[in-house]
């Protein structure tokens, strides 16, 4: 068995730790979707309803982002930049709902999408040049 001799973290583990927040966010959003939403005190039972699915996809991206990372050997920078997609749209989404009044300003609230931001910088800079993998040199023709 190899040992690998990099000391650095690789895009696995980057990927395990980014799909790590949709599954603690779609937690929150099953356990208590009135405090973990920005308008939650406004929710009506059909806003609970979709709180609940909301999360409920969430938990399965953050699984599907960990499912790949530990399955997927070779072209691994393809998923982690469809996943840098799929946190940078969320952020879109919640500057979309400041800037439309949809949601209601706070300082905490800009904190708080500052945590995707960072895992979408993370997963694009881990994924901008594919590892390459070891060849055995006695295997070339």
Do not use: C, D
């Amino acid at each position: 068995m190899e040992e690998n001799e990099e000391l650095g973290i690789g895009l696995s583990a980057i990927m395990k730790l980014t799909g790590f927040l949709p599954i603690m966010i779609g937690t929150t959003f099953l356990l208590s979707p009135r405090t973990a939403i920005a308008v939650g005190p406004n929710l009506t039972e059909y806003g609970i309803f979709v709180s609940m699915y909301v999360g409920v996809f969430a938990i399965f991206i953050g699984l599907t982002q960990w499912f790949v990372s530990i399955y997927v050997k070779e072209n691994l920078h393809i998923f982690g930049r469809l996943f840098a997609l799929g946190l940078g749209s969320t952020v879109l989404l919640e500057v979309y709902g400041w800037t439309s009044s949809l949601i209601e300003f706070e300082l905490k609230f800009l904190f708080a999408t500052m945590i995707p931001v960072t895992a979408t910088f993370l997963l694009l800079m881990y994924s901008i040049t594919p590892e390459q993998s070891k060849t055995n040199k006695n295997n070339e023709i």
